[in-house]
């Protein structure tokens, strides 16, 4: 079937935008996806601040890791680097040609088949195979018992190491790399002997409370674990919000930044 001219110019018009149409949802793809940030050098993260104990890497309360390289069940666990909830990474021998490292030095081990033994493997392999890389030094013992894998600088670390801490920084994955640390000296009132809200969730950078006056006839805001009214300047702090007009708060509490849900170790 022949086209006119008009015809061939309005087929091309549309190709052109269909095309225009498919970049953008591509690209749309590729950034919710990372993809674009990482070919730039620029891995997805999550700023914010974090509240805990700070403790050692082997500490017992987070460092969970048993290692066999295998174990009985010919499973390699290890713990060169561990799963970031403090348990080892599990291999198993499921497919031919699987190479797996294991152990302190890195050793390599080989799976000649599914469901064979796990063998010492002295083939050529990559540093970044044989090297293990721990990304992270020490933890946060959370109120609770959770436990957020940190990096930090070991000079600002060890002198805080025990203490109650707030650390500034950013989670990369789900790790939270720390640029700043500092004793936590956060005293939550709400409100204290002085009617001021002593908030310390979160506290400020440096560490102390955010405070706030009932100064203002109907202003609402948080501390602790609620919202507070101030229905007119020097009045009591109350957690009645209808006397500030409204049922429902004005002001949503900001929350501290926490580790991303990592799935239990399970055999790969």
Same mark, same amino acid.
């Given at each position: 079937?022949?086209?006119?001219?008009?015809?061939?110019?309005?087929?091309?018009?549309?190709?052109? =935008?269909?095309?225009?149409?498919?970049?953008? *949802?591509?690209?749309?793809?590729?950034?919710?996806?990372?993809? *674009?940030?990482?070919?730039?050098?620029?891995?997805?993260?999550?700023?914010?601040?974090?509240?805990?104990?700070?403790?050692?890497?082997?500490? &017992?309360?987070?460092?969970?890791?048993?290692?066999?390289?295998?174990?009985?069940?010919?499973?390699?666990?290890?713990?060169?680097?561990?799963? +970031?909830?403090?348990?080892?990474?599990?291999? %198993?021998?499921?497919?031919?040609?699987?190479?797996?490292?294991?152990?302190?030095?890195?050793?390599?081990?080989?799976?000649?088949?599914?469901?064979?033994?796990?063998?010492?493997?002295?083939?050529?392999?990559?540093?970044?195979?044989?090297?293990?890389?721990?990304?992270?030094?020490?933890? %946060?013992?959370?109120?609770?018992?959770?436990? =957020?894998?940190?990096? +930090?600088?070991?000079?600002?670390?060890?002198?805080?190491?025990?203490?109650?801490?707030?650390?500034?920084?950013?989670?990369?994955? $789900?790790?939270?790399?720390?640029?700043?640390?500092?004793?936590?000296?956060?005293?939550?009132?709400?409100?204290? $002997?002085?009617?001021?809200?002593?908030?310390?969730? &979160?506290?400020?950078?440096?560490?102390?409370?955010?405070?706030?006056?009932?100064?203002?006839?109907?202003?609402?805001?948080?501390?602790?674990?609620?919202?507070?009214?101030?229905?007119?300047?020097?009045?009591?702090?109350? +957690?009645?919000?209808?006397?500030?007009?409204?049922?429902?708060?004005?002001?949503?509490?900001?929350? +501290?930044?926490?580790?991303? &849900?990592?799935?239990?170790?399970?055999?790969?």
């Amino acid at each position: 079937m022949a086209f006119s001219k008009k015809g061939k110019k309005s087929l091309f018009g549309f190709v052109i =935008v269909l095309i225009g149409l498919l970049v953008i *949802i591509g690209g749309v793809y590729l950034f919710k996806k990372d993809y *674009i940030l990482k070919f730039f050098g620029r891995a997805s993260t999550s700023t914010g601040i974090q509240v805990g104990k700070l403790v050692a890497f082997n500490n &017992p309360a987070c460092y969970k890791c048993k290692e066999e390289c295998p174990g009985g069940d010919n499973v390699l666990r290890n713990c060169h680097p561990p799963e +970031t909830d403090g348990t080892s990474q599990d291999s %198993l021998c499921n497919e031919k040609g699987r190479i797996e490292s294991c152990g302190p030095r890195g050793q390599l081990y080989y799976c000649s088949a599914p469901g064979a033994k796990w063998t010492i493997y002295f083939g050529e392999a990559s540093d970044s195979q044989r090297t293990p890389v721990i990304a992270w030094n020490y933890w %946060l013992l959370k109120e609770g018992g959770s436990c =957020v894998p940190l990096q +930090t600088n070991k000079s600002s670390a060890e002198p805080l190491l025990g203490m109650k801490v707030l650390a500034a920084g950013a989670f990369k994955g $789900a790790i939270f790399y720390a640029s700043s640390l500092a004793k936590y000296n956060c005293k939550e009132e709400c409100p204290g $002997a002085d009617n001021v809200l002593r908030n310390c969730h &979160p506290p400020e950078a440096d560490g102390t409370s955010q405070d706030s006056l009932c100064n203002i006839s109907g202003r609402i805001e948080f501390c602790g674990t609620q919202n507070f009214c101030c229905p007119k300047p020097r009045a009591a702090w109350t +957690t009645n919000l209808s006397l500030c007009g409204t049922p429902s708060p004005s002001r949503i509490p900001i929350p +501290t930044a926490t580790s991303r &849900p990592t799935p239990s170790a399970i055999p790969r």
